[in-house]
Every structure is written in structure tokens, then in C-alpha cells.
């Protein structure tokens, strides 16, 4: 046991004896408070006979939603100017609308000790019974929701136990993979040719180039959105964009083929010789993409078409048409693991046969 003893005005002193391993270890340290004091007694006291003490009052008694405040707090705090949350990246970002909706739910009064994964379970089946979302978007909830249990148990000092373990997250099946159709049409035209044509006759001039970059480049809408002209390079020695902000928060460099470069220079402003940071395309949000998208390819002329397939479109063609090393296409793509690019691999197997002889 440990001893405190009063030494003076405010001064309370902790002693800690142990025999550890033969040897007697003996520690002291000297508060303002008694109820100071003892606390670093029960600390210290665990650490020599290896139970280290947890005060477990500070977890027990935030909630989920006083928790997830702190977490949005970290991730997106307040411009004291505008009054508005600024996120600190696009990570952040989306993030932002996943811990409100913690904050809004029926967990949002719970203890964060009180929460466990069978809870989750049954949230989780309640949603997919319902249809209400996406496994995708569960999984995107629960991440966050994970994220706040690491923080805050690292920035309370105290191991709390993350209730979204490994049996929590919804199965998200094989996913999706709408492929632009090879096919000719009557008038000897495959999808893409459709495709280009369609966005050509957009009201926006610039839809059409836009589709082409993302085929040859695999850019996400949020970072053809935030590109600008300083960033590319179309008359280097290798033609590229460089990426400062991307989902993932990592900047990564996109190499440009020849096509790719030549859809740019269509976007190039006439009469303009400085373009600095002027964004490439003429848009505020990545969400403009998908308005300007869905006036023309319609569901009856591109059947489930999403923009999003262009991207899973030009990774298989990464695949299928070069002979890039996974590692290779994943610094192209932006992908973090490269059991992300498993379902690809699937588009090689042909160039395997030639392998076995």
C-alpha cells in the first residue's frame, strides 16, 4: 500500500515501496492535494505490480454524442470569422456528416462504456431490413464511429473497448462492376462513342473532356473538382497532375497519356496567359459532376451508368491493356492496399496461361 502524508500547506506526499525481482523500489512524489496524490499512488502503484490503475470516471461519463462532438470538433473545428465548421481535409470532410448522424441517433444519450457490438448488430440488421442505407454507408458510419472510440480512449488515457469489432460491419457483397459496353450498335458504335457523343451535345462544353481525363487518369470527382491549372503539367518531359489532396489525404502524381493531354488543352481558356490557381473545371462542388452527368446519360440510352463506373472503368483498363505492376497502378489510382485492387485480377488471367507453358 502506498502512504501519504501531509508535509505543509498544500503539500501532500506519496510513497510507494514494493520488493520487485529481489530489489525494493521505492518512489515519492509531492501534490498540492491529498486526492492528487493518491491518484499518482494508485497510478504508479499499478504500473510496479503490473495492474495498472484506470480512472474510468471520465468515460463513464461522456456519452456518444458528447464524444463524437469532441471527435468533429478535431477533425472540422469552428472558423471564429464565418461562425462555419472547416474540415482539415476531404477525409475530414466526410466524416463531418457521419459523426452528426452519431450525434443524432439513439446512441447519442448512451455512456460510451454502455455501447456494444451486439447493439450495433441490431442497428445494423434493423437498416438493411429496412432498406434505409447502403451496407456501404453502414460501414462508413461505423468506421467513424471507430475512430472516436481510438481517439478518445488515446486522448482520456484509458483502454476503452471499441464496440465495432470485426463481426459488426455488413458484408458488402462483390460490388459493383459496370464495365462501358465493347459492342457495336447498329451504327457500329460501342458505348463510349455514345458516351462521348451524348456529353458533347451537354449544355456544359466541358463534360465531355471531363469524361475523358477520368478514363485515362481514374481521378475521383472531388479531385478533378479541386484541380488546378498549376498543378498540371502537360508540357513536362512526362506529361502529369499532381494531386496535393486527395481522399485518402495523400498526395499522389498522375501520370497523363497522350489523350488524356489533349483533353486538357480543350479546357485551356482562350486568351488567357496566366492560369495559376484557376480551377480546371468551372465547378464549386464534385457533386456538379453528377448534375451535369445525369442530363444526359440517361437510364434508357446508358442502362445503370454512374460516373463512378469510369473510375472502376479505367483501373480495368490498367489492367487489361498494360503491364503495369499492381503497385504501380495503386500510385495511378489512389488505392491504399493492394487487396483493393484483388477484383481486378481476375483481368489478367489470360497473360497467366502464357506463364505456365
Given at each position: ?5 501531509q508535509r505543509g500547506p ?31 499512488a494508485?497510478i ?6 503490473g495492474?495498472?490503475?484506470?480512472d474510468?470516471?471520465a468515460?463513464?461519463?461522456m ?10 470538433d ?9 461562425g462555419?465548421?472547416?474540415?482539415k481535409?476531404q ?5 463531418v456528416s ?5 450525434i ?10 454502455s ?5 450495433l ?6 437498416l ?7 451496407p456501404?454507408?453502414i460501414?462508413?458510419?461505423l468506421?467513424?464511429?471507430?475512430q ?5 480512449g488515446?486522448a482520456?488515457?484509458?483502454?476503452l473497448?471499441?464496440?465495432?469489432g470485426?463481426k ?13 459496353d465493347?459492342?457495336l ?8 462513342v ?8 451537354s ?7 471531363a ?7 481514374c481521378?475521383?470527382q472531388a479531385e478533378?473538382?479541386?484541380?488546378t491549372?498549376?498543378?498540371?503539367r502537360l508540357d ?6 499532381d494531386?496535393p ?5 495523400r498526395?499522389?502524381r498522375?501520370?497523363?497519356?497522350t489523350?488524356?493531354?489533349k483533353a ?5 481558356p482562350?486568351?488567357?496567359i ?7 473545371f468551372?465547378?464549386e462542388t464534385?457533386?456538379?459532376?453528377g448534375?451535369?452527368w ?7 440510352l446508358?442502362?445503370?451508368l454512374?460516373w463512378?463506373?469510369?473510375r472502376?472503368?479505367?483501373v480495368s483498363?490498367?489492367?487489361?491493356r498494360?503491364?503495369l505492376?499492381?503497385n504501380?497502378?495503386m ?7 493492394p487487396e483493393?485492387?484483388?477484383?481486378y485480377?481476375h483481368l ?8 505456365l507453358?
Amino acid at each position: 500500500m502506498a502512504t501519504i502524508d501531509q508535509r505543509g500547506p498544500y503539500q501532500w506526499r506519496a510513497r510507494i515501496r514494493r520488493k520487485v525481482g529481489g530489489k525494493v523500489v521505492t518512489l515519492t512524489r509531492t501534490e498540492e492535494t491529498y486526492e492528487a496524490a493518491k491518484r499518482w499512488a494508485d497510478i504508479q502503484e499499478g504500473k510496479v505490480v503490473g495492474d495498472e490503475y484506470e480512472d474510468r470516471r471520465a468515460v463513464q461519463g461522456m456519452t456518444v454524442a458528447q464524444a463524437c462532438e469532441w471527435f468533429l470538433d478535431r477533425v472540422a473545428p469552428v472558423d471564429e470569422k464565418t461562425g462555419k465548421r472547416v474540415p482539415k481535409s476531404q477525409h475530414a470532410k466526410n466524416q463531418v456528416s457521419k459523426l452528426k448522424y452519431w450525434i443524432a441517433s439513439d446512441f447519442a444519450n448512451w455512456s460510451l462504456v454502455s455501447l456494444k457490438p451486439w447493439d450495433l448488430i441490431e442497428w445494423r440488421d434493423d437498416l438493411l431490413e429496412d432498406g434505409d442505407c447502403s451496407p456501404q454507408t453502414i460501414v462508413h458510419r461505423l468506421n467513424t464511429l471507430s475512430q472516436v472510440y481510438v481517439q478518445a480512449g488515446l486522448a482520456l488515457k484509458v483502454e476503452l473497448t471499441n464496440p465495432v469489432g470485426e463481426k459488426v460491419r455488413p458484408s458488402l457483397g462483390p460490388g459493383r462492376n459496370r464495365r462501358l459496353d465493347v459492342h457495336l450498335d447498329k451504327d457500329g458504335k460501342d458505348e463510349e462513342v455514345r458516351l462521348l457523343e451524348a456529353c458533347a451535345g451537354s449544355s456544359r462544353s466541358w463534360l465531355k473532356s471531363a469524361v475523358v481525363i477520368s478514363l485515362e487518369t481514374c481521378m475521383r470527382q472531388a479531385e478533378l473538382a479541386g484541380l488546378t491549372w498549376d498543378r498540371v503539367r502537360l508540357d513536362a518531359e512526362y506529361p502529369h497532375c499532381d494531386l496535393p489532396k486527395t481522399k485518402n489525404d495523400r498526395p499522389r502524381r498522375v501520370p497523363l497519356s497522350t489523350r488524356a493531354v489533349k483533353a486538357f488543352r480543350e479546357l485551356t481558356p482562350a486568351n488567357v496567359i496566366v492560369l495559376g490557381k484557376r480551377t480546371v473545371f468551372p465547378v464549386e462542388t464534385p457533386r456538379a459532376f453528377g448534375h451535369a452527368w445525369r442530363d444526359v446519360v440517361t437510364e434508357d440510352l446508358f442502362p445503370d451508368l454512374r460516373w463512378h463506373d469510369l473510375r472502376h472503368e479505367a483501373v480495368s483498363r490498367l489492367f487489361e491493356r498494360t503491364d503495369l505492376r499492381d503497385n504501380e497502378i495503386m500510385a495511378i489510382s489512389g488505392h491504399l492496399r493492394p487487396e483493393m485492387l484483388m477484383r481486378y485480377a481476375h483481368l489478367r488471367t489470360e497473360r497467366f496461361a502464357n506463364r505456365l507453358g
